[in-house]
């Protein structure tokens, strides 16, 4: 069966600590794989996609995040988090083929920041 | 401004009083779909919209009905609706298809009485 999993359910960090959320996945094929961002009382907002090619992709906000086949993994990174970095964070897979639109998002992730 | 709107942001109804949460896209989107969200559960997809008068079922589209008649709007319907229902309700349209960056509505937090 198709799922995503991030085994985190709330991480605290310090204010210009590293930051890894943790992401994998169930999927048949090669998927597409998206973390999004969700600021409190806030719709979500697209940080970065991967859909093939270099396994290192950089988002919006200083996020990256690297697939790992070999691991179904697609974890997000920042070097040095911000306080506006507070916010739930989500995962999300979707089909690897352009005509079908069904997308599975993960339970997210919520991320506190510690002054 | 590109944006998708819904409305209303809060609705307290009470159980089998059909009610109709409207979203509206102005970025002229083929994509459209619909998302509760739930403490611990994530986004869950209800239905979703590839084009005017195509839509197909998601993961839980039990109890809700959807249209899609105009390529800006999509229109969630609660035929009636029961408690389990209580909710927080996403609306987002992309480009075209799931792959795409999808835009995010702000919300509508529903509670059935």
């Known amino acids: 069966a198709q799922s995503v999993t991030q085994p985190d359910i709330h991480i605290t960090v310090s204010e210009g600590a590293s930051l890894e959320l943790r992401c994998n996945y169930s999927?048949?094929?090669?998927?597409?794989l998206f973390w999004y961002v969700q600021s409190p009382g806030q719709g979500l907002q697209l940080l970065l996609k991967?859909?093939?090619?270099?396994?290192l992709v950089q988002g919006i906000k200083g996020f990256e995040a690297e697939f790992k086949r070999s691991q179904s993994s697609f974890n997000l990174r920042k070097p040095s988090v911000h306080w506006s970095d507070a916010a739930e964070y989500f995962c999300?897979?979707?089909?690897?083929?352009?005509?079908?639109?069904?997308?599975?998002f993960g339970s997210g992730t919520r991320l506190s920041i510690r002054p | 401004e590109a944006q998708v709107t819904q409305n209303p942001r809060y609705l307290i109804t009470v159980t089998g009083k059909k009610l109709t949460v409207t979203c509206s896209q102005n970025?002229?989107?083929?994509?459209m779909s619909w998302y509760r969200q739930d403490p611990g559960l994530g986004l869950r997809q209800i239905y979703y919209?590839?084009?005017?008068?195509?839509?197909d079922k998601g993961d839980v589209p039990e109890g809700y009905k959807v249209s899609r008649k105009e390529k800006r709007n999509f229109p969630l319907i609660l035929e009636s609706p029961s408690p389990n229902q209580t909710s927080l309700y996403f609306c987002?349209?992309?480009?075209?298809?799931?792959?795409?960056?999808?835009?995010f509505g702000p919300g509508t937090r529903l509670t059935v009485l």
């Open positions: 987002a349209s992309s480009l075209t298809g799931s792959y795409n960056e999808q835009f």
């Open positions: 999927y048949g094929a090669t998927p597409y």
């Open positions: 991967y859909f093939s090619g270099d396994t």
């Open positions: 999300a897979v979707g089909p690897g083929y352009s005509s079908a639109s069904k997308i599975i």
């Open positions: 970025m002229n989107h083929e994509y």
């Open positions: 919209s590839m084009n005017v008068e195509v839509t």
